[in-house]
């Protein structure tokens, strides 16, 4: 079967390939910032944030609507739901997810996710001083959230046996208190091959590439910039170029099939100018993550991973290796998972770790 399907699968990624290659070298052409729309950098399930994110190929549950829809065809039951809450900076930002997953038939799967990172109760001090007089009665707060609302799709068995395609229409609204907001909308899309114990995946992130509108309310500040002499903001349009995340994993059975242990690794590449990645070009970056997840009788699960590696310079002139590592645990009871992972447990001192918490369920 493998033999006669291999040459049309080769086949099938190549022409994909070559009739995206004038987009990406165009990429190079276009101005856009590098890190826009960043939140939706971070990850979803405590599952791949405890691998470092390597869940291109290896994931196959509601978080694929994330890491790579086309996963979403492998639910074991016919729905899923999970959610996710993670601290940041010590607590000052807070990130949430839900997702929800549901298979329409046998082969088609439909899934729904909402991505919250915010700042909440930042102080505005603008009004602090009333007539040369500081009134602290007079400070207000406000909140500098990014939504995104994924809808998504997967289908398994697609032309090829074991091969599942899978794609994302993201909208994306972020909001600076009155002061400024962002309506954004993008698409994303996912291949995934399975082949015995092998898996692989491609992700292509803001494949479209996304747009961000923002508008800006200057009734709001432009008193305060006219004192300053700052610029003051026009209304713009935000572009996030492509991610294209290429993964693989392989299962390895033990103890008759009682414990399972995956290794899994991905390589981001981004198409954003330089960035500080093991691998880096005027044209491309490209970060490779590393994850491992060992499972005994399908009920406890133990994983790790490192990534983000970057070059960081020292007191003496010179340059180490900078990375993160991320380790978690997961329980399974029937059809509920409760997972944990703790995040940037790197080789820096002054890192601050993150706790975050998932829980999942089948029905």
């Known amino acids: ?14 022409t994909c390939l070559f009739a995206i ?27 791949g944030m405890a691998m470092s994110g390597a869940q291109t190929a290896f994931v196959s549950d509601v978080t ?10 492998e639910l074991e039951k016919k729905s899923e739901f999970s959610v996710m809450h993670a601290s940041y900076f010590g607590g000052i930002a807070n990130y949430d997810y839900a997702s929800v997953a549901t298979k329409i038939d046998s082969l088609s799967t439909i899934g729904f996710s909402y991505i ?20 602290y009665r007079r400070i207000s707060t406000f909140s500098s ?72 309310n200057t009734s709001e500040f432009e ?9 003051i903001p026009v209304s713009s349009v935000e572009i996030t170029l492509p991610t294209w995340t290429l993964g693989i994993c392989r299962t390895v059975p033990f103890w008759k099939d009682r414990i399972l242990v995956t290794p899994a690794l991905d390589l981001v590449t981004t198409f ?58 997961g329980l399974r009871w029937k059809a509920v998972s409760i997972d944990y992972a703790i995040t940037d447990l790197g080789n820096q001192a002054e890192a601050l770790y993150s706790h975050v918490f998932s829980l999942k369920a089948s029905f």
Do not use: H
Request: proline fraction near 3%.
């Open 64 to 73: 694929s609507s994330y890491w790579n829809p086309a996963g979403l065809s």
């Open 116 to 135: 919250r990172f915010g700042v909440d109760d930042i102080p505005d001090t603008r009004l602090l001083i009333d007539n040369g007089q500081v009134d």
């Open 223 to 231: 008193s305060v910039f006219a004192q300053t002499d700052n610029a």
């Open 145 to 216: 959230v990014d939504n995104a609302y994924l809808f998504s799709y997967g289908r398994r068995n697609v032309g090829i046996r074991g091969l599942s395609v899978g794609g994302n229409f993201k909208v994306i609204y972020r909001k600076a208190g009155k002061f400024a907001n962002a309506w954004g909308f993008g698409l994303d899309a996912g291949v995934k091959y399975r082949w015995k114990q092998w898996k692989l995946g491609l992700m292509a992130r803001d494949v479209s590439t996304t747009y961000n509108a923002w508008a800006y």
């Open 272 to 329: 954003d100018g330089k960035r500080n990645t093991v691998i880096k070009s005027n044209f491309l970056s490209i970060d490779p993550r590393f994850g491992l997840e060992v499972k005994a009788y399908n009920l406890v699960a133990i994983r790790g991973g490192i990534g983000s590696w970057q070059k960081i310079k020292n007191f003496e002139q010179g340059e180490n290796w900078n990375y993160q590592i991320n380790f978690g645990i």
């Open 21 to 47: 290659l004038p987009v990406l070298f165009s990429f190079g052409q276009w101005r856009a910032p590098k890190y826009s729309n960043e939140f939706l950098s971070i990850g979803t399930g405590a599952t």
């Open 1 to 14: 079967m493998f033999a006669t399907e291999y040459p049309i699968m080769i086949r099938y990624l190549a």
